[in-house]
């Protein structure tokens, strides 16, 4: 397993951005496919993006098609979520996690997950 703690969070203004990152622990870091999820309060844990191995392949949700970046550097061990264009519905915590596919997209498919960094976006 992979231990991992995600930053970046906080509260923004409708139309602003932010940069999620998460920091993994481990020397196998690009042996897994890692994706971002959020959960919103009372809320299932919804997929948002994930990114494969080297990074050479992306999947997003629909809902942040071309607003939310993945991107991953292997070599310091981190992944991170550019939000741009963002509106009050993406208010959440957000969680990073590793697994096996970079075309999973429900939690269930992820072994390692992150506690989460709240994003709120005001109107």
């Not at 309060?41 to 970046?69: C, M």
Request: charged share 15%.
């Amino acid at each position: 397993q992979v231990q991992l703690v995600e930053s970046g969070g906080g509260l923004v203004q409708a139309g602003g951005s932010l940069r999620l990152s998460c920091a993994a622990s481990g020397r196998t870091f690009s042996n897994y496919a890692m994706g971002w999820f959020r959960q919103a309060p009372g809320k299932e844990r919804e997929f948002a993006a994930a990114i494969s191995g080297r990074g050479r392949t992306t999947n997003y949700a629909d809902s942040v098609k071309g607003r939310f970046t993945i991107s991953r550097d292997n070599a310091k061990n981190t992944v991170y979520l550019q939000m741009n264009s963002l509106k009050p519905e993406d208010t959440a915590v957000y969680f990073c996690a590793a697994g096996a596919s970079v075309f999973a997209t429900t939690p269930t498919d992820f072994g390692s997950w992150g506690r989460g960094t709240q994003v709120t976006v005001s109107s």
